[in-house]
């Protein structure tokens, strides 16, 4: 991770989440930022690298239940309640996206150690699975409200692989931006508590980076051996 943002500040959590996703999210890692629409024609990622994304990413995060559900089942906090069904209810829309966007761009390309990297993102979603189910008081929180933060990078590479092969991207119904930090800040104001969240919303990022790199080394296998 970069650690561009501060590893720990007394404060507003919120402002230290948002800090967290812009410096140690999808969007600061260049390979995902390929994806993104408005960069040159020979920038985009190919079809096989979309492809790739898709499958990891349906592995990683295509299970039910995911880090919001786990997240709901171990939150006691009244502010977050309405946050978790709502994100909850459109994460599992996003999920079903995320699936067919998966099976319409195809199989995962042949790539040199792909049981190694199956067996690396098998290993990130226990991770996420472990996280998600903290009984440390905001960590499960703190991965899910970074989930929700850092899913509109995500949807740019699936909106890029689902118009590349003539699907209309799906509307994202998750929390805006302003309502996660909002919850950030409702069950956040204890060191303690701040502490968990920021630790649970840095693993999750740490682990969605992981992918990133992932992917970005295995398109460079392909690239070296075609």
Not at 89 to 112: H, I, K, M, N, W
Not at 147 to 169: C, F, I, K
């Amino acid at each position: 991770m970069s650690e561009a943002a501060p590893r720990y500040q007394f404060g507003d959590i919120a402002r230290i989440l948002e800090a967290l996703v812009a410096a140690d999210g999808t969007a600061a890692h260049p390979y995902a930022n390929r994806a993104a629409a408005g960069v040159a024609r020979d920038a985009l990622l190919s079809l096989s690298d979309l492809a790739d994304g898709a499958y990891y990413l349906c592995m990683l995060h295509g299970r039910h239940p995911g880090v919001i559900d786990h997240a709901a089942t171990r939150s006691a906090d009244n502010a977050a309640r309405q946050w978790l069904i709502e994100a909850g209810d459109a994460f599992a829309r996003e999920r079903a996206y995320l699936t067919q966007v998966t099976v319409a761009v195809g199989p995962a390309p042949s790539t040199a150690g792909q049981a190694d990297c199956e067996t690396a993102v098998s290993q990130q979603r226990h991770a996420l699975d472990m996280l998600a189910q903290s009984d440390r008081r905001g960590c499960a929180m703190g991965a899910a409200m970074a989930l929700v933060l850092d899913w509109r990078a995500v949807r740019h590479v699936l909106d890029q692989a689902a118009l590349r092969v003539g699907l209309e991207p799906h509307p994202c119904a998750l929390p805006e931006r302003a309502a996660t930090l909002d919850v950030a800040r409702a069950i956040g104001g204890d060191d303690g508590i701040d502490r968990a969240i920021q630790f649970g919303a840095r693993q999750l990022l740490n682990q969605h980076r992981g992918l990133w790199d992932l992917l970005a080394a295995r398109a460079d296998v392909r690239a070296k051996t075609a």
